[in-house]
Nanobody, 115 residues
Framework: QVQLVESGGGLVQAGGSLGLSCAAS????????VGWYRQAPGKQRDVVAR???????YYADSVKGRFTVSRDNAKNTVYLQMSSLKPEDTAVYYC?????????WGQGTQVTVSS
């Protein structure tokens, strides 16, 4: 069983920065792809970024150049550093991983960007 806990959300002004963390308990996290997703009110949950066990990354076009995903396998933690934030980045941010054919989600952390 894997549990994911996100932290680091909050309120920030447009143009500001915020860092999120996703801490995992359980085995297998270090060998798994981990994704950050976000869901704004009334919208579907979309992928923001992903990172492989080896550190290869993927970013949605909307966040390229502004967000950076990284991981520390020794700490079983994945990070999302967000900069040049825009009001449209406002959403609940979730981390996700798939281990042994099971999907795991955190509880989410709210990010609000004021204009």
């Amino acid at each position: 069983q894997v549990q994911l806990v996100e932290s680091g959300g909050g309120l920030v002004q447009a143009g500001g920065s915020l860092g999120l963390s996703c801490a995992a308990s359980g085995s297998g996290f270090g060998n798994a792809v981990v994704g950050w997703y976000r869901q704004a009110p009334g919208k579907q949950r979309d992928v923001v970024a992903r990172i492989s066990s080896g550190g290869s990354t993927y970013y949605a076009d909307s966040v390229k150049g502004r967000f950076t995903v990284s991981r520390d396998n020794a700490k079983n933690t994945v990070y999302l550093q967000m900069s040049s934030l825009k009001p449209e980045d406002t959403a609940v941010y979730y981390c996700n991983t798939r281990i042994a054919y099971s999907d795991y989600w955190g509880q989410g952390t709210q990010v609000t960007v004021s204009s």
